[in-house]
């Protein structure tokens, strides 16, 4: 699927999801940086032309990147929904994390309920 047709919630749901395995595959836990590294080498649906993509606000006639909101979205609503916490810069999965079905989870209706 090509993230750059997707609605907003199934970007959310897909990076959310995304994080998840990448953590996983990294023993758990990691940077923000080294989460985006692993998406640029590894993701098939994250492409690097979507993370490199830059937009210009209609508001504010400043660029911005869609993906660096989005990824601070999902990051910030999966410690709110208690999937992994933050602690000096590394994210870590909790047992909630490490344990969930990625494949019957919708990451957009849990974060409507936070």
């Given at each position: 699927m090509?993230?750059f047709?997707m609605t907003?919630?199934q970007?959310?749901?897909i990076?959310?999801?995304?994080?998840?395995?990448?953590l996983?595959?990294?023993?758990?836990?990691?940077?923000?940086r080294a989460?985006?590294?692993?998406?640029?080498?590894?993701?098939?649906v994250?492409?690097?032309?979507?993370i490199?993509f830059?937009?210009?606000?209609e508001?504010?006639?400043?660029?911005y990147s869609?993906f660096?909101?989005?990824?601070?979205?999902?990051l910030?609503y999966?410690?709110r929904a208690?999937?992994?916490k933050?602690e000096?810069k590394?994210?870590?999965?909790?047992?909630k994390?490490r344990?969930?079905n990625?494949?019957?989870?919708d990451?957009?209706?849990?974060?409507?309920?936070?």
């Amino acid at each position: 699927m090509d993230i750059f047709k997707m609605t907003n919630s199934q970007k959310e749901d897909i990076i959310s999801k995304e994080i998840i395995i990448a953590l996983r595959k990294k023993g758990g836990s990691d940077t923000k940086r080294a989460i985006i590294e692993y998406f640029r080498k590894n993701s098939e649906v994250i492409t690097e032309e979507y993370i490199d993509f830059r937009r210009i606000s209609e508001k504010s006639n400043k660029e911005y990147s869609p993906f660096e909101f989005f990824i601070n979205f999902s990051l910030n609503y999966l410690e709110r929904a208690e999937f992994l916490k933050k602690e000096n810069k590394i994210y870590t999965l909790t047992d909630k994390g490490r344990e969930a079905n990625l494949e019957v989870l919708d990451f957009s209706a849990i974060y409507k309920k936070i």
